[in-house]
């Protein structure tokens, strides 16, 4: 409200730590790799002293133990968070949730069964069941046979243009993005490469 827009910064800070340490809460930062620079060597959101000070903060919030954080980033670790904590990865789906959600996403686009075999589970497990890439993936096997979407996706991971490798990014989602981009019309890719370009939603 007005009395904490009132504040200077330290009493904000002091406030909202002494808020967390008291009530339950469960902070979640997505894309976290960003405050320090990523990919590596690119500058980051914040300052060396500034990336110390949200450390210090972290830690006096968690320690308390009323309040959680939950950090996502796309490196395995972040060299400046010394707060105790854990590192754990976010593997694909497992069998029986991949097929869930390709059931779901193949009924949503439209893909009729004739046009589902072997190589759907094939192509499945080349992209680990990664979410996003099934999303990309999936919809294209309506015009597409899924023995020549496989063939193409293990192209791309054994074979990867320099220009479309990313830190942090799995090899198989680069090359289903890539695949998938490469199918659109002239059109599509404008209308989808405008927005972001101009920043609108």
Same mark, same amino acid.
């Given at each position: 409200?007005?009395?904490?827009? /009132?504040?200077?910064?330290?009493?904000?800070?002091?406030?909202?730590?002494?808020?967390?340490?008291?009530?339950?809460?469960?902070?979640?930062? /997505?894309?976290?790799?960003?405050?320090?620079?990523?990919?590596?060597?690119?500058?980051?959101?914040?300052?060396?002293?500034?990336?110390?000070?949200?450390? /210090?903060?972290?830690?006096?919030?968690?320690?308390?133990?009323?309040?959680?954080?939950?950090?996502?980033?796309?490196?395995?670790?972040?060299?400046?968070?010394?707060?105790?904590?854990?590192?754990?990865?976010?593997?694909?789906?497992?069998?029986?949730?991949?097929?869930?959600?390709?059931?779901?996403?193949?009924?949503?686009?439209?893909?009729?069964?004739?046009?589902?075999?072997?190589?759907?589970?094939?192509?499945?497990?080349?992209?680990?069941?990664?979410?996003?890439?099934?999303?990309?993936?999936?919809?294209?096997?309506?015009?597409?046979?899924?023995?020549?979407?496989?063939?193409?996706?293990?192209?791309?991971?054994?074979?990867?243009?320099?220009?479309?490798?990313?830190?942090?990014? /799995?090899?198989?989602?680069?090359?289903?993005?890539?695949?998938?981009?490469?199918?659109?019309?002239?059109?599509?890719?404008?209308?989808?490469?405008?927005?972001?370009?101009?920043?609108?939603?």
């Amino acid at each position: 409200g007005l009395e904490f827009a /009132d504040m200077n910064a330290a009493q904000q800070r002091q406030w909202v730590m002494q808020y967390l340490q008291e009530h339950p809460s469960l902070l979640i930062w /997505d894309n976290l790799e960003n405050v320090a620079g990523f990919p590596t060597g690119a500058p980051g959101l914040l300052e060396p002293s500034e990336l110390a000070a949200l450390d /210090d903060f972290l830690s006096q919030v968690t320690q308390a133990g009323q309040s959680w954080a939950l950090l996502v980033s796309r490196r395995q670790e972040e060299p400046w968070l010394s707060t105790p904590h854990l590192i754990e990865g976010l593997p694909g789906l497992p069998l029986h949730d991949r097929i869930e959600l390709a059931g779901y996403i193949l009924e949503k686009a439209g893909v009729g069964p004739g046009r589902v075999g072997p190589e759907c589970l094939e192509l499945l497990d080349l992209i680990e069941g990664h979410p996003l890439a099934m999303q990309i993936a999936l919809p294209l096997l309506k015009h597409v046979p899924a023995s020549v979407l496989v063939a193409e996706v293990r192209k791309g991971i054994n074979t990867p243009p320099p220009a479309t490798q990313e830190e942090g990014r /799995d090899p198989y989602l680069t090359a289903i993005m890539e695949y998938s981009w490469g199918k659109m019309s002239h059109r599509s890719r404008t209308q989808r490469a405008v927005p972001s370009a101009g920043g609108g939603g």
